[in-house]
């Protein structure tokens, strides 16, 4: 019987080794898509018992912090955001049952203290328990406030602020914004709002048509690609017959033979219309990706809160093959749509010498013991155009704000280069259906011969002109970031 | 060094790792080292050492190691209940003593274990009687759908955990005796080896006690323990893999048609196969058990880090981690580590089990020690391939650590009778090996 018995002893071992190989399976190999899956609560609760860190503003007022809640085994902690609805976007939320959003969700490691197994095993020995770390951002309150202000003056909308040369966010407003500290009790009405849709980030997730600040783009190709210079002229005529559709300048005005300067002021839609024929298709679409077009921006936000800008076709993203009027996305016409994020990152690519920099949120990361363990390096995300094609662009949109459309967004003593834009959006269901409803925009920055800061402002819904709602809210946010704002940290 | 004084050796490492992880818990709960722990790792050894003193007395040539690792397993087994919950530690260190008690007086009055054989039949149908008390009016309690318990009066207990060892006695007996009919009177049928019929119906008994559990207490897990214990000694017995397959088949088919028909049994595959069907219904335990491992990782959360509960309510996370589910919990808290280590230790207790199987002189006890530690192994395997979804998960203890009464004490007893037959064994090895001028020493 020994020999039987020897070999039950080896089915015994076989059986014993299934079972270390199944527990390897769930605790190390499958371990991360396990932690993944949304019937497992586990990490969300245990989440809840680490002390969150805070997130902070440039100047250091706490944007959200974590409070204790219980005692011993049923200690948790619950997030609050003392500053309410002002950075419901782009912080978001973070909470147990509702789950997180934007920043929170982007910078959840961080803010949960997660390193490495190592590391963690480490602070278990020294009897750390984990803590999670401060996140410094670099919103400006004061500027944020100013632009939420006049948002909420002026009708939905987004404005965002990039400091050109590092690519730091400065305000990053989505009206109507939400309270984060009310989720808990009325995500569901948050989610149902369609007409307001107030969890919807305007500013990075808003697809909208972009009108004449796109012609910005226009320019940026034809200069760049040698297409013209700024003394190329154009006839630019009231009206010219695009692919059997009639294009219109505003009230039909004949401008004759014009230059980029000239064009940019007046915003003349006959003039660059025929420079985006010349330029083409394939050129445009070359710059368009190099300003970040067709691709999500590489802010930090969640991906899958994030909208990708460019000709859309039922919500497929059209490519340099599909057949496009291309003489009327040119002038940000067409099925042309971008986000105020995009038309922002435009604005200071042109302001910072033709270099785009990484928009980034957040500016550093300071663990519990105050030391900063890690702090954002401004890096190039491309150079979509060269410095001389920058500055020539640069001077061009100076014009349109001391002489041209968007007059609304001059500071008094500061020289400002922007360019309105007015799309018509009628019979927009979001709008209530009407007819003369426009989405107004600005974009610009300022000062113009020393840039420190750029700015887009879009308002949705409004009957008036980008230079009457959107450049005065670009002047008042430009206006607070240059006296200083709250100060970058 | 002597068999007993190896063992006595063991044993103080096991009370130093009680005393150490009684600390960590401790150390997690009040951020203080309290002097209690230190009481209990003394009270522990105290208890082991009367155990210890017990079995020098009475089984001096018992192998030295099997006590020392039920030891540890016990000592874990209370940390990690202990860390759930004080007052069920509390009654697993009484369910331990009685355990013990028992184990002693099973050594006392068993001493000539042969004597077994001669009630073979009486206890097989008291097994069969304690399977068949959960269904009794009155008395029979129904845990999950499966008829598990029973309650007379205060006392509550789990008849299968004793079931089992009555079921081991019965078989290595009844097999001592027609092992060899079964193996000459074999005929071959079609290419495939038959027992005879006549000297085999007591063997289909055996299944259809399996599957009489199988439908009316319901109980898959028991079952299966059951049923591959008695694989497990037919195989020994007969050397015949052909029987094996055939009772193999026989519960496979029995199974399936069950599974098909019985309800409870039909939902606990379902839920084996597809348990995201219902995460937070039937899905729920095996869903968090394998959650709570993901958790754990290579090195575990440490002792008393894990999350059982939800936090602010009573609502459990991890459901049953005293019983079904506390190999979940070791895995989550110390690891893949922990893990290895505790399945390491139930392998070395399966490896010195059939070490005794094979130095045993007679039949009987050759296949009483075989049975004996392959119903203890599949026992673990049943539980712990439960929990990690190798098999569907049912409600049977791990052996020694998970809390309950039953099984601590039935399998203390289940170690006096591998104990007693190792004793005797050891002895006249001994006495061979002395006779032929060869020392023991080592073995």
Known sequence: MNRQIVKLFSLVVALFAVLIGFTSYWSVFDAEALEEEDANTRPLFEQQQIKRGRILAADGTVIARSVPKGRGESLRYVRRYPEDSLYGHPIGYSFVEEGDSEFEQFHNDELVGNDSEFTSILDELRGHTQEGNDIVTNLDPAAQVVALEGLAAAGFGAVVAIEPQSGRIRVLASNPSFDPNRVPYELTELNENELEAPLLNRATQGQRPPGSTFKVVTAAAGLDSGTITPETTIDAPGVLDVQGLELHNDFDEDFGPIALDTALTNSVNTWFAQLGEQVGQDTLFEYMDRFGFNTKPAIDLPSDQLSTSGIFEEGELLGPNDPIDIARVAIGQERLLATPLQMAEVAAAIANGGKLMKPQIWSRVVDPDGRVTDRLDPSEYSQPISEETAAELNTAMQGVVSEGTGTNAAIPGVTVAGKTGTAETPYNDSCGGGTDENQAWFIGFAPAEDPQIAIAATVECTTQFGNDVAAPIFRDVAETILAGGSGLG | ?443
């Open chain 2, 1 to 443: 060094m002597s068999a007993r004084n190896r063992e006595l050796t063991a044993l103080v490492p096991v009370a130093l790792l009680l005393t150490a992880g009684f600390a960590a818990v401790f150390a997690q709960e009040g951020a203080r080292i309290d002097d209690a722990s230190l009481v209990y790792g003394a009270y522990f050894l105290a208890v082991c050492l009367a155990a210890h003193i017990y079995l020098r007395v009475r089984l001096p040539d018992a192998d030295p190691y099997l006590f020392p690792l039920v030891a540890l397993l016990t000592a874990f087994g209370l940390v990690m209940i202990y860390r759930i919950d004080p007052d069920l530690a509390r009654d697993q260190a009484n369910w331990f003593v009685l355990g013990l008690v028992l184990f002693a007086l099973t050594i006392q009055f068993l001493r000539d274990y042969d004597v077994l054989e001669r009630y073979r039949y009486t206890i097989a149908v008291v097994g069969l009687l304690l399977l068949l008390a959960p269904r009794l009016p009155g008395i029979g309690q129904q845990v999950n759908g499966a008829f598990l318990g029973v309650k007379i009066g205060p006392l509550a207990f789990q008849p299968a955990e004793f079931s089992k060892i009555c079921l081991v006695v019965f078989l290595a007996s009844y097999l001592r005796e027609h092992r060899e009919v079964l193996i000459v009177g074999a005929r071959r049928v079609l290419g495939v080896t038959l027992p005879p019929l006549k000297h085999f119906g007591p063997m289909l008994v055996v299944w259809g006690a399996s599957m009489f559990m199988l439908v009316f207490i319901r109980d898959l897990g028991s079952s299966l323990m059951f049923f591959a214990a008695f694989l497990a000694l037919l195989y020994v017995a007969t050397g015949r893999f052909s029987f094996v397959a055939i009772g193999m088949a026989m519960f496979l088919v029995g199974a399936w048609f069950f599974a098909s028909t019985v309800p409870h049994v039909h939902d606990r595959v379902e839920i084996w196969l597809d348990p995201y069907a219902h995460p937070k219904g039937s899905g729920y335990q095996i869903l968090q058990s394998i959650f709570a491992q993901a958790d754990g990782g290579l090195f575990g959360k440490g002792f008393g880090q894990a999350l059982i509960t939800i936090p602010g309510t009573d609502n459990a996370l991890l459901p049953a981690a005293q019983t079904d589910t506390i190999y979940s919990l070791i895995v989550n808290e110390l690891g893949l580590f922990g893990a290895c280590g505790v399945v390491m230790i139930y392998l070395l207790i399966a490896a010195r089990g059939f070490k005794i199987a094979l130095i045993a002189g007679d039949g009987f006890s050759k296949l009483l020690a075989t049975g004996l530690t392959a119903v203890f192994s599949i026992q673990a395997f049943v539980i712990i391939g439960g929990v990690t979804r190798v098999i569907p998960l049912t409600g049977v203890t791990l052996p020694f650590i998970s809390y309950g009464g039953s099984s601590i004490v039935a399998n203390f007893v289940l170690l006096a009778l591998l104990l007693l037959v190792s004793d005797r064994a050891r002895r006249e090895a001994g006495a061979e090996a002395r006779l032929g001028g060869l020392a023991l020493e080592g073995r």
